[in-house]
């Protein structure tokens, strides 16, 4: 069963027209990620969630914002969507403990398209 | 700066043949380096993960080795299949103190044919 799931798969969005692509995680995991990958490119790290604490990376638009209502799920808004937010947004989810190693889990991603 | 380079950058290899992929990183302080499977259009599969303490780890016919003294590590994968035709991500996590956080190198992308 997957156990990090991303909605949509496939996202079709105006441009300008807020949208919002959903996390959920069934692993209890403490930290979840979201990455924005472009074609052909390594995933770049927006911003990541340790428990309630939110961590932006310094060079994230303030056009992307995130949610994280509980553990179980996380929320990335993109306020204004451009023509260049469109990519695959990919959501990962890691536990943290006391001599664990941190696993990481992706969900399949949110394909994302401006029109 | 935090960084993991991989190479080559792309590879075409025949059904049944061997190859391997190359990491090389400089993040610091070091927690453990993944590799990850991504079919075109998604999400990365975690295929191993390793410590500074781990020299080599397997899963199937991938065979992950490290050095951490050098700070490379390699993917090999044997007897390919087709369904092997993937990009391969090399990921290192940075230690708990330094926030855990990821380095993506840019993959290597790997076509087989039959």
């Known amino acids: 069963d997957a156990m990090v799931i991303q909605n949509p798969r496939y996202q079709v969005t105006q441009f300008g027209k807020p949208v919002t692509l959903s996390c959920s995680q069934t692993?209890?995991?403490?930290?979840m990620y979201w990455y924005q990958q472009k074609s052909s490119q390594a995933p770049k790290l927006l911003f990541h969630?340790?428990?309630?604490?939110?961590?932006n990376e310094a060079d994230t638009p303030d056009n992307f914002q995130s949610r994280r209502p509980n553990t179980s799920f996380c929320f990335l808004d993109i306020r204004s969507p451009g023509l260049g937010d469109a990519a695959m947004y990919l959501c990962?989810?890691?536990?943290?403990?006391?001599?664990?190693?941190?696993?990481?889990?992706f969900g399949q991603g949110t394909r994302l398209t401006v029109v | 700066k935090n960084q993991v380079e991989q190479s080559p950058q792309s590879l075409i290899i025949l059904e049944g043949k061997n190859c391997t992929l190359q990491?090389?990183?400089?993040?610091?302080?070091?927690?453990?380096l993944r590799w990850y499977k991504q079919d075109t259009g998604r999400g990365p599969v975690s295929l191993t993960i390793?410590?500074?303490?781990?020299n080599t780890k397997s899963n199937g016919r991938y065979t992950a080795t490290l050095d951490a003294d050098t700070k490379q590590s390699s993917l090999h994968i044997t007897a390919s299949q087709l369904s092997d035709s993937a990009s391969y991500i090399c990921?290192?996590?940075?230690?708990?103190?330094?926030?855990?956080?990821?380095?993506f190198g840019g993959g290597t992308r790997v076509l087989v044919k039959p």
């Open positions: 990962a989810t890691v536990t943290v403990g006391r001599g664990r190693i941190a696993e990481a889990f």
């Open positions: 692993l209890n995991h403490n930290v």
């Open positions: 969630y340790y428990d309630k604490d939110f961590n």
């Open positions: 990491c090389n990183y400089t993040v610091s302080p070091f927690s453990n």
């Open positions: 390793m410590t500074f303490s781990e």
């Open positions: 990921v290192v996590s940075a230690s708990k103190a330094a926030g855990n956080k990821l380095t």
